[in-house]
């Protein structure tokens, strides 16, 4: 699991993230894997790395398993729902990890934290030539991700700030191309206004639906290195 080794735990603090997981996990986690035996055995040995709380164990089985993803074009998404109990849990998740954790992991993962404005804005510009099926995942993507990082982890708020989002992209799918040039700055403006989120803040947001995600993770308690 690269969430457990790219924030570099603490013995004190697996120790921690297993308690908060008792209890967290979803059941309802759907895994796009492989049964090709060499990647199960990869697989197998990067658990094992783990259980070992070996550095060098996990780096060798790590760069393995990432080695035949690589050759035999193996996506090791996992689709977890987030808990209700792992929402509640994320805050106090995060305050266990240090400020050079954070940073070092933001770090690592710079290119997947988006910007709520940018996400908003690209998606208006995406939705005008897209297909029907396309513009609803464009949609529900933007408006999620923005959603998350404006609103953070409460579900109210969420749905808050998702819906106003879906109404300004629906709006601005529906113009005509005139119209739309002429009133592409406002909408631009619009989105910025839905965005409006201090940057540390959608950071912490981003940073808390990773550990709330974590939580939910039924591989979890398997995963954390044994011992500890």
Known sequence: ???ISDLELTGEQIKALRTMADGAASDDAKVQTSQDPDYQSALQAYCDAFQSGDDQKISDAQNRLEDIRDQQNIDPSIDIAITQQARQKAA????LLSSSQIANYLS???????????TIIDAIDQCRDATDADFESIRAEASSQAALLVAGLDPDAQRKVAGQVKDLLTKARQMSAR??????????AQARKIATVDGFLALRH?????MAELLSNPQLASALPAGQ
Do not use: C, I, Q, Y
């Open 179 to 188: 119209a739309f040039k002429n009133r592409e700055p406002n909408l631009d």
């Open 206 to 210: 981003w940073m808390e639906r990773e």
């Open 108 to 118: 690592e993962h710079g290119d997947d934290v988006p910007d709520a404005a940018d």
């Open 1 to 3: 699991m690269s969430t």
């Open 92 to 95: 106090a998740a995060v305050k």
